[in-house]
């Protein structure tokens, strides 16, 4: 192609670029305010300065965004510029009905909590669609505010506030709902009625740190509820006269997850569609006198979740107070994937003994053994998933200790399609003395009944080796 073509094709484009129509310009001034919705509002209040166009466009966006931590022309405003910022911005939209988000992050400053609370109940009354609150600090606001505003679509509150529950509430257009830290108290004096929460269309409920003092029971109605998480707060039911319980109705729950001590009692009336399990069991040190129901609480709740397929179950500071928590287990026929923290080669035994199609089998911290009892309690039987179904077997925190060497050589030379087991040394053996050289090579030549298995040995530096097939 001779230089002139090129020429005039670069002439040609020079022309339509210089030709083409300011688009942006052209859109009305509330299509203007929706694009801006998008950025920190700080970022979109600074578009005032392209034009005598853009001066006010700002003012029509719907979706108000703080955090203290976002610069301002390259700089963190001051404590004392940023509250005045939120202010004016909050008096400028005070008359607009159309914002429907409001996100407002603290972690720079310590601020005034009645400030905070005007902040959030000032947004509340706006009838928002979609709130997002993140501060560490203390604050207050209208509960009633809050339960009244029924247009709420996502609701993420992480602030420590309390909420004074009435004995009926719902939330009919909240597909989102993610708490932490928030105190929900009863504003009720009739503690024969549960507490009933509807959330019509609810997708998704977690709740972290939160302190459930209610003497009455609490029913949470979510008929296309799909995952539930609960992490409480272990002071959160410390008060006898507050102990109760948690009931939930969500036909359509898939995942489930909980972490506390059992001592608030979890109810799901419908779990048979639960499929993703975990359970974190944590009990302080001055609560050793519940441990004696414990094992029948586990049991409560381990017996109403038995149908899933995937299920974590971890054990902190438990089963070195209580021996029987897996004295009744329910029978897991769907399980295919288990993973233990914590766990007894007796209480391993009988969970492999209820697993009858367990296909992965992890342990992330190695096994304990109780010298009172016989080693190799499982050994008498081998479990229905060693001869049909597990092919995958991984040991954390190996500790080399007998009755560990033990299982490995009980599950190489039973489990017969096992496809690949990996042995992780626990990392305090790189200050012992201990020859992992040794110990492999005593591992790789224990008898396999699968002899396609891959074995995989990682030492406490890192490196791995495989024995088997490759």
């Known amino acids: 192609m001779d230089s002139s073509n090129q020429t005039q094709k670069i002439v040609i484009k020079e022309t339509e670029v210089t030709d083409s129509k300011d688009i942006i310009s052209t859109l009305h001034e509330s299509t203007l305010g929706q694009i801006l919705s998008f950025l920190p509002t700080i970022e979109a209040i600074q578009t005032c300065v392209l034009s005598q166009r853009w001066i006010h466009v700002w003012k029509s966006i719907t979706s108000l965004c703080f955090s203290d931590s976002l610069p301002c022309y390259g700089k963190i405003l001051k404590k004392e510029q940023f509250v005045n910022f939120v202010n004016k911005v909050l008096l400028h939209h005070l008359a607009n ?25 000032t947004v509340l009354d706006r009838r928002i669609q979609k709130l997002h609150i993140q501060y560490a600090g203390k604050v207050q606001f209208s509960s009633h505010s809050f339960f009244k505003c029924d ?37 009720s004096c009739i503690f024969s009625e549960d507490i009933v929460l509807n959330f019509p269309v609810l997708k998704v409920f977690e709740a972290r740190a939160c302190e459930w003092l209610t003497m009455q029971g609490i029913s949470i109605q979510a008929p296309l509820l799909e995952k539930f998480s609960l ?36 109810i799901l009336l419908d779990s ?43 054990f902190y500071k438990v089963l070195m107070h209580s021996n029987d928590i897996f004295t009744h287990l329910p029978t897991f026929g769907r399980l295919t994937y ?60 190996f500790n080399v200790h007998e009755h560990e060497i033990s299982l490995v050589k009980f599950v190489m030379g039973n489990a017969a399609v096992l496809e690949r087991m990996i042995i992780s040394a626990a990392f305090w053996l790189r200050y012992s003395d201990i020859d992992m050289e040794k110990v492999k090579d005593n591992i790789f030549s224990f008898p396999k009944c699968c002899s ?8 406490v530096n890192g490196s791995s080796t495989c024995s088997g097939p490759l």
């Not at 009905?97 to 109940?121: A, H, M, P």
């Not at 004696?292 to 709740?301: I, P, T």
């Open 97 to 121: 009905s159309s914002i429907t988000n409001f996100s407002l992050c603290l972690t720079r400053y310590s601020y005034d909590s009645k400030q905070v609370s005007e902040w959030i109940s």
């Open 151 to 187: 247009t709420l679509v996502q609701l993420d509150l992480k602030v420590r506030c309390t909420l004074n529950v009435p004995i009926c509430a719902c939330f009919p257009n909240l597909r989102n709902l993610n708490i932490s830290g928030v105190r929900l108290e009863s504003d």
């Open 231 to 266: 992490a409480l707060c272990y002071s959160s039911i410390s008060n006898e006269s507050c102990k109760s319980s948690i009931k939930i109705f969500a036909p359509c729950l898939k995942e489930f997850s909980y972490e506390g001590d059992l001592e608030l009692d979890i």
């Open 272 to 314: 048979s569609s639960v499929c993703d399990a975990s359970v974190v069991i944590v009990v302080d040190e001055d609560k050793k006198d519940m441990m004696e129901s414990l094992g029948f609480q586990a049991h409560k709740l381990l017996s109403q979740i038995h149908q899933v397929e995937l299920l974590k179950l971890l």
């Open 338 to 397: 288990l993973q233990l923290n914590e766990v007894t080669d007796e209480a391993l035994s009988k969970l492999l003994h209820n697993s009858p199609i367990l296909n992965t089998l992890v342990l992330l911290n190695g096994v304990s053994h109780d010298s009172n009892k016989d080693a190799m309690s499982y050994a008498s039987s081998v479990p229905h998933c060693f001869l049909s179904s597990l092919r995958v077997f991984q040991f954390n925190g």
């Open 452 to 459: 396609r298995a891959i074995i995989e040995f990682s030492d």
